[in-house]
């Protein structure tokens, strides 16, 4: 089955500074990766996502990058702030109705 | 619009007993998916309800259950409780057929002695 990992497992960055983190994945049929943050003692939230026929996609401040061949992909967040402390997961499914499997996660900080 | 909705937020049990859980999805979704999520760790898919159906199942003993009901809600079910079941339980709803994108309810905390 699909197997997600996270490194590093945790991000320290200086406000105002950029954080990137990356992902890799198993399985080759894997086509949608999802990214969620979770602040302590709340739901994960849905903050970006890619699918398998873009290699990049942005929001704002946020971005993801996907590489196929490597099988790994990368979020990317811009002008850090400390509201954007909290821990990030991964994600990769292998397409609609799939279960989505998730990496550790990540604790990244942002230092005021 | 109401988005992903669980009850209740906290339980405590013992060794030995049985848990219902309860999930109401994101208004227009059909399908629910239940994940464990222990302390540190990201989300653990246990299974996936869609038309009433479970329709995958993750690596988890039967000890483990679901059911849908026609409104699209869900309960999760675990028996004979171990101390390892404590955890954040998470639902998701998702709308089948579209690419799958699922949305977290808030959780309920677990936690056996």
């Known amino acids: 089955g699909e197997n997600v990992e996270q490194h590093p497992s945790t991000l320290s960055v200086q406000e105002g500074d950029s954080a990137v983190i990356k992902c890799t994945y198993s399985?080759?049929?894997?086509?949608?990766f999802p990214w969620y943050k979770q602040e302590l003692g709340k739901r994960p939230q849905l903050i970006i996502d890619?699918?398998?026929?873009?290699g990049e996609k942005k929001d704002q401040r946020i971005a993801v990058t996907l590489n196929k061949t490597a099988k790994h992909f990368s979020l990317h967040i811009t002008e850090t702030q400390p509201e954007d402390s909290a821990v990030y997961f991964c994600?990769?499914?292998?397409?609609?109705?799939?279960?989505?499997?998730f990496g550790k996660g990540i604790t990244l900080s942002v230092r005021p | 619009d109401a988005g992903v909705t669980q009850s209740p937020t906290h339980l405590i049990k013992t060794r030995g007993q049985q848990v219902t859980l309860r999930c109401s999805p994101k208004?227009?979704?059909?399908?629910v998916s239940w994940y464990q999520q222990a302390l540190g760790q990201g989300p653990q898919f246990i299974f996936q309800?869609?038309?009433?159906?479970?329709?995958q199942r993750g690596n988890f003993p039967d000890r483990f259950s679901g059911h849908q009901f026609p409104n699209y809600s869900s309960e999760l079910n675990v028996n004979a409780l171990l101390l390892g079941d404590s955890a954040l339980y998470l639902c998701?709803?998702?709308?089948?057929?579209?690419?799958?994108?699922?949305?977290f309810g808030p959780g309920t905390r677990l936690t056996v002695l």
């Open positions: 998701a709803s998702s709308l089948s057929g579209i690419w799958n994108e699922q949305f």
């Open positions: 399985d080759s049929a894997s086509n949608y």
């Open positions: 890619i699918r398998s026929n873009v």
């Open positions: 994600a990769a499914n292998t397409g609609a109705n799939s279960k989505l499997t």
């Open positions: 208004s227009g979704h059909d399908t």
């Open positions: 309800y869609y038309e009433e159906e479970e329709r």
